[in-house]
């Protein structure tokens, strides 16, 4: 039986991220504001404060969560393209999806949010050089430091991952 919560498994990567790699996360970052749009198009006002699993954030609050995890993950590659090796700000993404826009506003908000943003995103993505892509940040939560490259690839499986939750979700409901 699948794992609600990692319907698509966990991000994993290890070893060299190749050029054509990169091009491959790009690209999932390109799709992802009309994979969102379309994971929930048609869904009710009902509907989309369905939590996607026991347990789980409702649906509404998984679209304004990719909006602020985006937000979040464009400057932390702006801070590192900028910085030596920046510390970032980590955030608690669980008390930000219980704050009354997640969970009041409506989707559209946060859809327009990643329409904008992953057209900024993308356009800069492809103007970064390989020594670019090898730039970090240290995350003193994980306390790890995080190559671009890396990070790259843990995003396009993030906006992956929670229109999984939406799309998975609405075949066992059958919406």
Known sequence: MMDLRYPIGSFEHSGEITVAQREQWIEDITQLPASARQAVEGLSPEQLSLPYRDGGWMVKQVIHHMADSHMNSMIRFKLALTEDNP???????????????????????????????????????????????????????????????YNLGFYSWHGRHHVAHITSLRERLGI
């Open 87 to 149: 510390t970032i700000k980590p955030y608690y993404e669980d008390r930000w999806a219980e704050l009354s826009d997640s969970r009041e506003l409506d989707i559209e908000f946060s859809l327009q949010i990643l329409d904008a943003l992953h057209r900024r995103w993308v356009g800069l993505l492809h103007t970064l050089t390989d020594a670019d892509f090898a730039k970090s940040f240290y995350h003193p939560g994980s306390q790890e430091t995080t190559r671009l490259d």
